[in-house]
């Protein structure tokens, strides 16, 4: 009495061979998945931080600039360039204040930021005869700053 038992299908090789397969395959995915996540979060936050330093760049220039005007132009209204100076100064803290929360690395140095607001919002370095020293100590400042604040890659 020798009968054939029939294999069902589960107890196939081939079959747990394609189940095995098909669970390591959607593990594989959530491995990768966590995997890119991680690093598209780095990746944003060095463009957020790299964005940020070229928007702290160009209101530093933006500074040397309007007091570039302020020498050029002897009928420029002065009180309005300190309003202009004193927003700017903020902002530059304000933007510096995002990079570190960003990157730690990148500290905040409220010494710089001081020496730029006592450089640009002081009246008496308006006139004509001492604008050109004003300009001297912004760029200096201002080269301190993008100094500290290099892009990363």
Not at 58 to 69: A, G, Q, T, V
Not at 127 to 152: C, F
Request: aromatic letters at 10%; hydrophobic letters at 40%.
């Amino acid at each position: 009495m020798n009968q054939a038992v029939p294999q069902s299908l589960w107890t196939m090789p081939a079959t747990i061979i394609a189940i095995v397969g098909i669970g390591l395959t959607i593990i594989g995915w959530i491995v990768t998945a966590l995997f890119a996540r991680a690093n598209n979060s780095k990746n944003l936050k060095k463009l957020e931080t790299n964005r940020l330093i070229d928007e702290l760049f160009y209101k530093l220039d933006f500074i040397y600039n309007e007091m570039l005007e302020l020498l050029e132009d002897n009928e420029k209204d002065k009180r309005v360039s300190y309003y202009i100076f004193t927003s700017s100064v903020r902002h530059v803290e304000f933007i510096c204040e995002r990079i570190e929360i960003l990157d730690s690395k990148k500290t905040k140095d409220t010494g710089f930021i001081a020496e730029l607001r006592q450089s640009c919002t002081n009246d008496a370095k308006y006139e004509i005869s001492k604008v050109g020293t004003t300009l001297h100590e912004i760029q200096n400042i201002n080269e301190k700053i993008k100094n500290k604040y290099i892009k990363s890659f």
